[in-house]
């Protein structure tokens, strides 16, 4: 069972018609709808399940610009101002905190990275160095690393808190926010977007928006269009209160956390996730061998129920039919409680804090993945009127309110709040062949 989530409760009545329909409740559609419906346009945000049910509410929750891909630093840079004034923005609390994020640095390659990537993160003014000695020990005490990466002016958030908080102000914006109303798929006329339909009934639109997380993939599909995106299962566990333990959040290898408001720590294994072998494992591979080649080590391969269940959801299902998307209104896998078991007893080790710590809760989610780990914030060409935001790798949480007001900027044909070229849809078909880059 996933993370309690602050309840949105749903708007009552179908809107016949809106300017712009998002598809998807998590933290980049509750964005998305934010800043249209401030710009005055009308929206109409269509989920599912519930707000922030899948992974917007199951990661870290760390907010970052250290180690980031370059592709991706203006636009963190960007939403890392944003997320600085959101709890005001939205008139609650979203959890940011700027409280810096450290990066273990335990081998003479590991600094050596960090140091690279400070100088290229430099023309940004990224407020970054390397540490060791007395200030490594002041932030993380009795750490035995050789340096670390810091970053303070890095933060963290609390994703169950965060997306509520932004739909709620979204819809005092005047954007209806459906919950439990899944989007079937697209109308066209003339080849452009003229609507969606959904569980409920048709909405008449002239833009859509696929914010749909690890749903983006079938969804798009049903529309004739391929975006090779793939899934890794990720786990966090998260503890009591513990007094003593560093308020700074740490990566350092086998172990990463960061403090919750409410006292105790949210903790992850810092290497390991799983990745489900499913059909489009077999169709994407020579997309994603590159990655794979350049040391994507810690990802594990799991041949599971998925498999299966993603073959079944496979088929197009008319759109007067129950679609996937009803039949499963959240996805909740089960958690890797011997990964997460191993990361817990990591940082037993190395802080005496976490010494018996009490775990209430453990859960995983799906992620997101593109070959090159860099979202698709894009309009379509060959679908006028559809934008897709998805793709995030992970870096979702952080990064969305600035992938939102990217979205709207897209959506309203307003000068973009960064340049967008990085995150086209069509670089997976236009010859690129974009690749990760090492070691972010």
Request: hydrophobic share 45%; charged share 25%.
């Amino acid at each position: 069972m996933g993370p309690q989530v602050d309840p949105v409760p749903s708007d009552p009545a179908l809107p016949a018609r809106a300017d712009v329909v998002i598809v998807g409740g998590g933290i980049i559609g509750t964005s998305a709808a934010l800043y249209l419906s401030q710009r005055g346009v009308s929206v109409v945000l269509c989920e599912k399940g519930h707000i922030a049910g899948e992974q917007s509410s199951r990661n870290w929750g760390w907010v970052r610009k250290a180690r980031r891909d370059p592709r991706e630093i203006p636009l963190v840079v960007e939403s890392l101002r944003l997320w600085e004034g959101l709890n005001q923005a939205v008139g609650a609390e979203t959890g940011f905190r700027r409280t810096g994020i450290v990066f273990a640095a335990e081998t003479e390659a590991e600094v050596a990275r960090g140091e690279a990537w400070i100088e290229l993160a430099r023309p940004y003014q990224i407020e970054a160095r390397m540490v060791a000695g007395a200030e490594l020990d002041r932030l993380m005490p009795g750490a035995r690393w050789k340096a670390a990466l810091y970053c303070p002016t890095d933060g963290r958030a609390e994703p169950q808190k965060a997306a509520p908080a932004i739909a709620a102000a979204a819809r005092r914006a005047g954007a209806t926010i459906l919950t439990g109303c899944a989007v079937r798929g697209l109308d066209r006329a003339g080849g452009k977007v003229a609507a969606v339909v959904t569980e409920r009934g048709r909405i008449a639109c002239d833009a859509v928006v696929v914010a749909a997380g690890a749903w983006s993939r079938r969804f798009l599909r049903d529309v004739g269009l391929t975006l090779p995106q793939l899934k890794v299962r990720a786990s966090v566990l998260r503890t009591a209160p513990i007094e003593g333990a560093p308020e700074t959040a740490l990566w350092c290898g086998d172990a990463a956390f960061r403090k919750r408001l409410d006292g105790g720590y949210t903790i992850a294994n810092g290497h390991v996730n799983v990745v489900p072998v499913v059909p489009d494992s077999v169709r994407f591979f020579a997309d994603y061998l590159p990655a794979l080649r350049m040391g994507w080590s810690d990802l594990r391969l799991r041949l599971d129920g998925r498999f299966l269940q993603e073959w079944r959801e496979a088929a197009p299902v008319p759109l007067d039919q129950v679609s996937p998307y009803e039949e499963v209104r959240v996805l909740d896998p089960a958690p890797d409680r011997r990964y997460l078991a191993a990361a817990l007893a990591s940082l037993a080790r190395q802080f005496p804090a976490f010494v018996g710590a009490r775990v209430l809760q453990e859960w995983a989610g799906l992620i997101d993945v593109m070959p090159d780990a860099v979202p698709v914030i894009s309009p379509v060409d060959a679908v006028p009127g559809l934008v897709v935001a998805t793709g995030f790798s992970g870096h979702g949480f952080g990064i969305g309110p600035g992938a939102g007001r990217l979205v709207a900027d897209l959506v309203t044909g307003a000068p973009p709040l960064v340049d967008p070229r990085d995150f086209r849809f069509s670089r997976f078909s236009d010859g690129s062949r974009p690749r990760p880059i090492a070691g972010f």
